[in-house]
């Protein structure tokens, strides 16, 4: 199985500062990379999907990069309404699996 | 709208049975993969289970592997995810959501709100 590991594990940070959230990959991937925003007691939402490619409705200060193994997500300029944890998810292969989550929190 | 609602969540002893369902709409149902995802509480999402658009294909996650099932019901638009030989592992938030793009599966859009199941032992 593919392991997804995301770093930090929780992240604090200010309104209007520009946050940046790690995954990894056990082994390449090529860009079959998503990302998705949990809010407190909320179903997932997704953000990005093939790496980079921004779903339509979200905010265009969220964006995706990276491919084979490193991947990264990117808030511009952090918002309140961004507080929430972040999770990655690969689909180059069965099973499908997630990082463990970045903890968002605003200072 | 799009929309997915589960239910047949609750609480049950370790050992016995549970069957969820997922009822969609606002969509072609036929059209799309559908996969279970669940959340311990306080954890991260964990996939369990997809479903090709007609039913022929199945994958499952190594965790649930010859204790779950999970099957549709096209013209019913409905999802299912038997659970047999419960343990207090599977505690969790289940999710319903649907492969983002018909043709592609992999990412997920939209989820149903979830729904919890709780194994007493």
């Known amino acids: 199985d593919i392991q997804m590991t995301q770093s930090p594990s929780t992240l604090s940070a200010s309104v209007g500062d520009r946050v940046t959230i790690t995954c990894r990959a056990s082994?390449?991937?090529?860009?079959?990379l998503a990302w998705y925003q949990q809010k407190p007691g909320k179903a997932p939402n997704l953000l990005i999907y093939?790496?980079?490619t921004l779903e339509s409705g979200v905010p265009s200060r969220f964006s995706g990069s990276g491919s084979e193994t490193e991947f990264t997500l990117t808030i511009s300029s952090l918002q309140p309404d961004d507080l929430a944890t972040y999770y990655c998810?690969?689909?180059?292969?069965?099973?499908?699996?997630f990082g463990q989550g970045t903890k968002l929190e605003i200072k | 709208q799009v929309q997915l609602v589960e239910s047949g969540g609750g609480v049950v002893q370790a050992g016995r049975s549970l069957r969820l369902s997922c009822v969609a709409s606002g969509f072609t149902f036929s059209s799309y993969g559908i996969n279970w995802v669940r959340q311990a509480p306080g954890k991260g999402l964990e996939w369990v289970a997809d479903?090709?658009?007609?039913?022929?294909?199945?994958h499952y996650a190594d965790s649930v592997k010859g204790r779950f099932t999970i099957s549709r019901d096209n013209p019913k638009k409905t999802l299912y995810l038997q659970m047999n030989s419960l343990s207090a592992e599977d505690t969790a938030v289940y999710y319903c959501t649907r492969d983002s793009i018909a043709v592609r599966p992999g990412w997920f859009d939209p989820w149903g709100q979830g729904t919890l199941v709780s194994v007493s032992s």
């Open positions: 479903i090709s658009y007609d039913g022929s294909n199945q």
């Open positions: 093939d790496a980079s």
């Open positions: 082994q390449s991937i090529s860009s079959w």
């Open positions: 998810q690969q689909y180059n292969s069965y099973p499908y699996t």
